[in-house]
């Protein structure tokens, strides 16, 4: 009971400390990447980065559900319903995936339909790289989005707060030198989602090694 207070203060503690560097981050860092990216460069980026964003209302509040129903059968010592649940929600999110990233190839595939009149084709071939890109980082946080779920209805706060810190720092550490070489926006796409995947397994073998969770597929 104790060691657990202790780790809700702690998180607490760092939960202020995220809010504190993401500011400072974002506001040091953002600025930075428009300057390197020229208006047309970033604009594609954006774009690429605000319509696969829509994409992701297809978790439908999933990942809350699994905090409530994990949290509940864990107080009722209800293991097998909580491996069911798991198992059954994992089914579901790689569907998700599966949609998300069905629809982005679709997408990329069509891009100049949409966009021939305002970009040019060079552009329209970026922003295809860009959606396929984004399509498959989407896919993966689905994938793996489960096990974030579980970290959290089991309250491993500080663990979570910490990767979120980590998260935040490792965009600029990454990015920055990137651009200072001269990369652009398909590269930075690139970059981000090898930090997403880190992040995501971050989650997975937590689970697998700290939690002791294991999911089958169905």
């Known amino acids: 009971m104790i060691k657990e207070k202790n780790q809700r203060k702690m998180g607490v503690a760092l939960s202020y400390a ?3 560097i993401n500011i400072i981050v974002q506001f ?3 600025p930075f990447l428009i300057r390197m990216l020229d208006q047309s460069e970033y604009g594609i980026y954006s774009l690429a980065y605000s319509i696969i964003g829509y994409l992701t209302i297809l978790d439908l509040g999933f990942g809350n559900a699994i905090v409530v129903f994990t949290s509940k059968y864990k107080q009722r010592g209800d293991f097998e319903k909580e491996k069911k649940l798991h198992e059954t929600f994992k089914s579901v999110f790689i569907i998700l995936g599966i949609i998300s990233l069905i629809f982005g190839i679709i997408l990329s595939f069509n891009t100049n ?5 305002s970009l040019s084709n060079i552009e329209i071939y970026k922003m295809k790289i860009l959606i396929i890109i984004l399509s498959m ?3 993966l946080s689905f994938y793996f989005n489960i096990y974030s779920s579980i970290i959290t209805a089991n309250e491993c706060f500080l663990f979570q707060k910490i990767l979120a810190i980590i998260n935040v720092l490792l965009k600029p550490i990454f990015i920055i030198p990137l651009l200072f070489m001269g990369y652009k926006s398909i ?15 971050s989650n997975y073998y937590y689970c ?3 939690l002791k969770i294991k999911i089958k597929n169905k």
Request: hydrophobic share 60%; aromatic share 16%; with cysteine.
């Open 187 to 201: 590269t930075i796409c690139i970059a981000l989602t090898i930090i997403n995947t880190i992040i995501l397994l």
């Open 113 to 117: 339909l949409f966009f021939n009149k």
């Open 18 to 20: 995220y809010i504190i």
């Open 28 to 30: 040091l860092y953002n």
């Open 208 to 210: 697998k090694i700290k």
């Open 137 to 139: 980082n989407l896919f």
